[in-house]
């Protein structure tokens, strides 16, 4: 088959979250299974074009694309996914992607992605490449299988082609007025009342990709699940019902290559599960990166987030007091809402040798927590997938989380399975949404962190975890011929 992914981020070009990582590592695994596969994303002036080996097209050349009824030139730039012969094309049009972040609040921010995906459509036209499958990921990409068959019907080389939308996270929506709709040239009986882009007496680029793509899936199964209720479908539970026949779950994979600690090469000592001894290593060598004291008997517990609501830290604020009284110490790194910002800052010069905070974007420092901490938490009210608790089980870095989407999907709880007279939990997980719920948790890990047989068994439980992209990759192939069964269908 020959797919074409898009994707708002691909790591390592740009990177805000888990898409990056999923769209820097799914096509790679797809094209090992036998398929061609191409990628295609926005070129921010964000990365640098030539430490990442991009080449301009001069045979593509300029590409007109008209938003809002003026014209923009597009152009395209190449490089090959590392370590694949995967090929990635870049969508360049300087008016609207140079603006120093991936993603901003600026008000043309649906042309920006409308442009894009218009560019895409019009570099597979002049590729003359026919993808058997177009495979979109959350909003930014959401309204191709529509551009796709309304705008572009004209052209017969999409005739076969297939779409499938992967939601990553239903919160984030593309929520607009209609004049988005307008400035997409997309027929007004999509956006007047009733139509699958009308939302609220706006648009909604993700509700018209769940009625216009062939298939539908998300990142978990248990997330799959909770879409389809009003507390996490976040008014995509109707759509998703309406299309159930055609929705699935997936859970995603994660890449070994990057993120292990046999050959991690951002983390000093290295080890396996036959020999954990260079863990310890880390562990001090990051508490001395973070000027916190070391102490082998106190655990060190690591947070890697975004700092936004949906990750947890509303209950995490309320159980503040009730965590920092904990024999333990904290390594925080993240960025997003000033309110988290501004309490872990806080909570950091309240407790200097207790906690460390680092406010911003590290990929370097996320692999070092990885290794050096020993609890890793993620509170998370919903979680489509996650990746970081995958991480932690590999690098023996226990994680405590909420039991919702991936997260329950991945994170074995321990005292659970032990009341059943069995050993093979992984972490910690509770199910009320609370501070006290939380706090127990994180507190049932720092005990069992002082029982060190009980400890390293959890640690090796979770090592021993395949959470490899290869059988996700083979479920997306099957997923892709069910989207191809279903083109035909009309709207
Ligand atoms: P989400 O995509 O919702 O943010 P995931 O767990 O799927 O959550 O993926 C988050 C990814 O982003 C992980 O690879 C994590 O290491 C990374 N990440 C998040 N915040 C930071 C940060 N401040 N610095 C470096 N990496 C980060
Ligand atoms: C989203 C989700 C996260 C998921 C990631 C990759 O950002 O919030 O749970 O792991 O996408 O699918």
Not at 342 to 359: A, G
Not at 406 to 412: F, K, P, R, W, Y
Not at 420 to 431: A, D, L, N, P, V
Not at 455 to 468: A, E, F, V
Request: aromatic share 14%; net charge negative.
């Amino acid at each position: 088959m020959k797919i074409a992914f898009i994707s708002s981020e691909i790591f390592p070009y740009a990177k805000t979250g888990g898409l990056a990582d999923v769209a820097g590592s799914l096509p790679k695994e797809i094209a090992a299974l036998g398929h061609e596969v191409k990628v295609f994303m926005p070129k921010y002036n964000t990365f640098g074009e030539a430490e990442h080996g991009l080449h301009y097209q001069w045979d593509i050349g300029e590409i007109p694309i008209r938003v809002d009824g003026r014209v923009h030139s597009v152009y395209v730039h190449k490089a090959n996914l590392p370590g694949s012969n995967v090929e990635a094309y870049f969508i360049d049009c300087p008016h609207y992607f140079h603006r120093f972040r991936i993603y901003t609040n600026d008000i043309d921010e649906d042309e920006r992605f409308i442009v894009f995906q218009k560019g895409v459509i019009e570099v597979l036209q002049r590729l003359q490449w026919v993808p058997d499958i177009i495979h979109c990921n959350d909003w930014q990409t959401a309204l191709i299988p529509l551009l796709v068959r309304e705008n572009y019907s004209w052209d017969r080389m999409f005739d076969s082609t297939a779409t499938v939308l992967t939601i990553h996270n239903v919160a984030y929506q593309g929520r607009f007025t209609k004049s988005a709709f307008e400035k997409a040239e997309i027929k007004d009986k999509y956006y007047l009342h009733g139509g699958i882009g009308e939302y609220e007496g706006g648009v909604n680029f993700l509700k018209a990709g769940i009625y216009s793509a062939n298939v539908i899936n998300t990142v978990s199964e248990t997330y799959a699940r909770e879409l389809l209720t009003p507390a996490y479908g976040y008014g995509m539970q109707t759509p998703l019902s309406f299309r159930i026949r055609d929705f699935f779950g997936i859970l995603n994979g994660v890449d070994y290559n990057i993120w292990n600690p046999e050959t991690d090469q951002f983390i000093p000592h290295k080890y396996s599960i036959d020999d954990f001894s260079g863990k310890l290593k880390n562990k001090k060598f990051l508490l001395d990166h973070l000027h916190l004291p070391f102490d082998e008997s106190v655990p060190l517990i690591g947070i890697v987030s975004r700092l936004v609501t949906q990750k947890g830290f509303d209950i995490i604020a309320y159980a503040l007091n009730g965590l920092m009284e904990l024999n333990a110490q904290w390594v925080i790194l993240g960025s997003g809402e000033y309110k988290y910002e501004e309490m872990f800052q806080h909570i950091k010069n309240h407790y200097p040798d207790k906690v460390s905070v680092y406010l911003g974007f590290n990929n370097e420092l996320s692999h070092l927590i990885e290794a050096g901490a020993d609890i890793f938490l993620m509170p998370s009210y919903y979680e489509p997938c996650g990746l970081n608790q995958i991480y932690s089980l590999k690098y023996g870095t226990v994680p405590v989380v909420r039991k919702t989407g991936g997260l329950a999907d991945t994170v074995q709880d321990w005292n659970e399975f032990l009341a059943q007279g069995k050993e093979i939990g992984t972490g910690y997980s509770f199910h009320d949404y609370t501070a006290n719920a939380l706090i127990h948790s994180v507190q049932r890990a720092v005990n069992d962190f002082g029982l060190k047989d009980v400890w390293t068994k959890i640690q090796l439980n979770g090592m021993r975890m395949d959470y490899s992209w290869k059988r996700s990759a083979e479920k997306y192939v099957e997923l892709y011929g069910k989207s191809l069964k279903n083109n035909g269908k009309k709207l």
